[in-house]
């Protein structure tokens, strides 16, 4: 038997409901560019495994579960942008900064911009992305219109 304490308890206490939170279409776009990345390394890693012998002075497992450990973090980066998470965002702004200097190597000293430049670009766009007025009041869990310049 149930005693009326019980349905005070019950009725004292606050259940927060999760709401879903979603993130805007920039935000949303600039993940799957992010996932896009991640999914190279991904690429990269499984060709490095594939393709690697190791010799004196390398260790290709070493080197694939270095690119490995940092293919996920970038995964993780994009999926988290995909599903409106707001961690997400200073990592990935993080990771394409590196990857834009990344870009500016092969364009400059290797002498590449045929590798440069698309890299440099296909970072740059996520960047802009994720620093729209939506995306920043999004990340800053206000409105649009809140926002104040």
Not at 7 to 36: F, H, W
Not at 97 to 112: K, T
Not at 129 to 147: D, K, N
Request: aromatic content about 8%; some cysteine; hydrophobic content about 55%.
């Amino acid at each position: 038997m149930v005693t009326p304490g019980r349905y005070a308890i019950l009725a004292s206490l606050e259940i927060a409901v999760p709401t879903v939170d979603y993130a805007p279409r920039s935000v949303r776009l600039a993940g799957a560019m992010v996932c896009v990345q991640g999914l190279a390394g991904l690429t990269f890693v499984i060709m490095l495994l594939a393709g690697g012998v190791s010799g004196p002075g390398s260790n290709v497992l070493g080197e694939a579960a270095y690119f490995a450990v940092l293919t996920a973090g970038v995964l993780a980066c994009g999926i988290g942008l995909l599903l409106g998470k707001r961690w997400a965002r200073s990592p990935a702004v993080v990771v394409q900064i590196l990857l834009v200097g990344v870009g500016w190597y092969a364009l400059g000293p290797s002498g590449r911009p045929e590798i440069g430049v698309p890299l440099m670009v296909f970072c740059a766009v996520p960047l802009v992305l994720v620093f729209t007025a939506s995306a920043r009041a999004w990340s800053l869990g206000i409105t649009e219109g809140e926002l104040e310049e």
